[in-house]
């Protein structure tokens, strides 16, 4: 696996907001005025109305800021599984999908209409985190790195990016001294959080650092092929497992934490998790490892397993932290992990797509965005030729039990490709694709158009834009 270049960012003059630009910053003014993607279908039949939800969010927080904080002490929705001795470890509740959203989407509109109060707001709700004791991510002695369990630190991973994307946009009106405060607090959690990212994919290898890693005895030992990703398709290797979707959303909460800092170390985790990523969890044919999610033998099988989309719901989840971090590093002048791609691979996930030199981000995309079409005609493995179980992003084909739309996260990153087919998309413009449904569906229950894990306020409303605008400053 070729190497990447030398990373290219992080110097002086680098953009200096990570997730807008000037110019994005006027057009979105604009849109809270008069659209699109201000109310409900006012693009197409059930396009998100972002704004709507931006400001509904944003009048909630300013009525009970308290409801969207996370206080481990008291919050009772998610509790991680309790591995053994974990030494008194934090081993308590971690955050949902509901925490940091509001006080985000009030950053969002303060920066938009310019609104003191909402940015006040919000500025006093972020530092009231970050000087939170009990999330003080260096004392090592209650959060002991390595030992949170993947189910935990994922959480953390999505709450911490939404966190991140809140303080991007109140950046222009943070003093310096309470800045210190929390881009120190935010690599506490990075520095945190980099072992389980990285402990348990050094020991896949021989040698992780080498340009093409030699597979561990560690790994081999283990080593099985599971289910076709779809019904005739190529098995699914163990090793695509371990470049799931938790893991990927550390290596994004890593990555935009180590750009914002300007901690190369950080850069280089996310970077290597990506290119792994494609390497180990990219199949030339079009699809991912997290395709074997859905499978009617699956022993593990639940109700919602029997869905044929959930492999593609998954998969959307697991590569969008990768193109959200690579666009987040374009933006600074480095596009390597986007123009980075490689044929490399192990049992069935080596090889080049046809018309490619290999796989890369722009390929994986692509291929995902497809799936909502009629290009490929593919079934969940068991069900061979069912329509009912076909890989469409929807359930049954109509959509009227489930229908996502996972991959409208794409259009951040498709601010850097320009691809007319992913726009399409969606969009749901391609051929053989249905309409935005009534009820949506996300992940993991999250609004269903804010992006990848729904770190935006509205996907849409933000990076569904005239090419022509600027990306950088």
């Not at 209650?142 to 939404?162: T, Y």
Request: aromatic fraction near 12%; charge should be neutral; proline fraction near 6%.
């Amino acid at each position: 696996m070729k190497s990447l270049p030398p990373i290219l960012m992080l110097v002086e003059d680098q953009n200096s907001h990570l997730f807008w630009s000037s110019s994005e910053l006027r057009i979105w003014r604009e849109r809270a005025g008069k659209g699109p993607y201000k109310t409900k279908g006012d693009v197409s039949p059930n396009s998100p109305g972002d704004w709507d939800h931006i400001l509904k969010a944003r009048n909630s927080f300013h009525k009970d800021a308290l409801s969207d904080y996370f206080d481990p002490d008291k919050d009772l929705e998610y509790s991680s599984p309790k591995p053994e001795n974990r030494d008194g470890c934090y081993n308590g509740k971690f955050p949902t999908n509901r925490h940091a959203s509001r006080l985000r989407d009030t950053a969002f509109y303060g920066l938009i209409e310019n609104d003191t109060a909402s940015k006040r707001l919000a500025l006093s709700a972020l530092l009231r985190i970050a000087r939170d004791r009990k999330m003080d991510f260096s004392n090592d002695i209650i959060w002991c790195k390595g030992k949170s369990g993947d189910g935990g630190v994922f959480l953390l991973s999505e709450w911490i990016s939404r966190l991140v994307v809140a303080y991007d946009f109140l950046s222009n009106s943070i003093p310096a001294d309470k800045r210190t405060i929390l881009l120190r607090w935010f690599s506490s959690y990075a520095n945190f959080a980099r072992v389980d990212l990285n402990e348990g994919l050094e020991k896949l290898f021989e040698d992780r650092t080498a340009p093409t890693p030699v597979l561990s005895d560690y790994y081999l030992a283990g080593h099985e092929m599971r289910a076709p990703g779809y019904a005739g398709g190529p098995k699914i290797p163990r090793l695509s497992y371990f470049y799931n979707n938790r893991r990927a959303n550390l290596a994004r909460s890593i990555g935009i934490i180590g750009i914002l800092n300007r901690d190369r170390r950080l850069v280089k985790d996310a970077q290597n998790f990506c290119r792994e990523f494609l390497a180990y969890s990219v199949f030339k044919e079009g699809f991912i490892g997290e395709f074997e999610r859905a499978r009617a033998d699956n022993p593990n099988t639940t109700k919602d397993e029997t869905l044929p989309d959930l492999g593609w719901n998954y998969g959307i989840v697991a590569i969008g932290p990768c193109l959200t971090f690579a666009e987040t590093l374009s933006r600074q002048g480095d596009d390597s992990l986007y123009q980075f791609s490689t044929s490399h691979g192990e049992f069935g996930t080596e090889g080049s797509p046809p018309d490619r030199d290999g796989k890369d981000l722009e390929f994986v995309a692509e291929t995902m965005s497809n799936y909502v079409s009629d290009k490929y005609e593919r079934y969940m493995y068991g069900h061979n030729n069912d329509p009912n179980f076909r890989i469409d992003a929807r359930h049954p084909r109509n959509g009227s039990i489930w229908s996502s739309t996972a991959d409208t996260a794409f259009a951040h990153a498709n601010r850097f490709f320009k691809n007319h087919s992913i726009t399409l998309g969606y969009r749901r413009k391609l051929l053989g694709t249905v309409p935005y449904p009534i009820k949506a569906v996300g992940s993991g229950g999250y609004y269903p158009f804010g992006g990848e894990s729904s770190i935006f306020p509205g996907v849409l409303f933000m990076y569904d834009l005239p090419h022509d605008i600027k990306r950088r400053n």
